[in-house]
């Protein structure tokens, strides 16, 4: 008896940050039909496409939640990728990102202790688990920044990327201002110093504005320097970015870092986005990751 070729299967792994939203997204994901699975080892992710292959396995839509819960058995994803990807199955990656201060306040309302240092400060916690997901979050094909996102804002990204509404199967480009205090973010491909300008934090008047303020934007800018190097990076990454597509890379990182984050940086984090932003051939999302942080 003839059986005819099964449907290919869609198969997502939902990962990301703890405290990010990955069991909202695998909830969100169920109500779209998909079979979840939460906190699966990645060794038996396989089966399923094994199971696949038989006529009577009707589930053609799988989401795994695949986490830094799993230990050492989180480091077996890579190989089961490869291993995917050897035999023809195709997959994607959805990522749940989240600024830091909103992680921890997150943490700090239910008073949790985070996974990566039960004992000890969840900002910590939260820097071994980005350079622990950083790999993944490298391959990533969907991401999703979630620190803004309400749970039904959530489903409505979820379901736009899942339908490529972001230009899923495009390049994407990242822009990210920072504050060198606390640290160059570990997903920069690209790191960017502006101190080289006036800082408005010594500005009486701009001092508690941010870069996202036209009265800060007006300052930075009105410097020439601002200017020239705000060409100049754009010149270069429209350059890269051709090129980078050219040898299968998927995104860039570009940081901006200013001394806290505030005012210059986010001001040419801005401007960067605004110039980059209407391209047809690549995404590109904004973050200002420490703008809301105290200091100069």
Do not use: W
Request: with cysteine; glycine share 8%.
């Amino acid at each position: 008896m003839h059986r005819s070729k099964p449907e290919s299967m869609e198969f997502v792994i939902v990962t990301g940050l703890s405290g990010a939203g990955r069991s909202q997204a695998a909830n969100v994901l169920e109500d779209l039909g998909y079979f979840c699975m939460d906190n699966v080892p990645p060794q038996l992710l396989p089966q399923f496409a094994i199971l696949h292959q038989a006529s009577e396995f009707r589930v053609k839509k799988v989401a795994a939640v695949v986490d830094i819960r799993g230990g050492a058995y989180f480091q077996d994803l890579f190989d089961v990728l490869e291993q995917f990807e050897k035999e023809g199955h195709s997959y994607r990656i959805l990522y749940l990102d989240c600024q830091d201060e909103v992680l921890v306040k997150r943490y700090k309302e239910h008073r949790r202790p985070h996974p990566m240092n039960p004992d000890g400060s969840i900002l910590d916690g939260i820097k071994k688990e980005r350079q622990t997901l950083n790999r993944i979050f490298e391959m990533a094909q969907l991401v999703i920044d979630t620190s803004n996102l309400t749970l039904g804002k959530l489903r409505e990204r979820i379901v736009e990327v899942l339908n490529g509404g972001d230009g899923s199967d495009l390049f994407k480009l990242n822009v990210i201002s920072f504050g060198f205090k606390h640290g160059i973010p570990l997903e920069a491909d690209l790191v960017f110093d502006v101190r080289f300008l006036p800082n408005p934090f010594y500005v009486q008047e701009l001092r508690t504005k941010t870069g996202s303020d036209k009265e800060v934007q007006d300052y930075v800018m009105n410097f020439e320097d601002a200017g020239v190097f705000m060409e100049q990076v754009i010149t270069m990454l429209k350059f890269l970015i051709p090129r980078y597509q050219r040898e299968g890379k998927q995104r860039l990182v570009v940081a901006i870092g200013c001394t806290g984050g505030k005012h210059r940086s986010v001001t040419l984090a801005n401007r960067i986005y605004e110039a980059m932003e209407a391209s047809e051939d690549f995404t590109s999302n904004l973050i200002h990751r420490d703008e809301m942080k105290a200091g100069k």
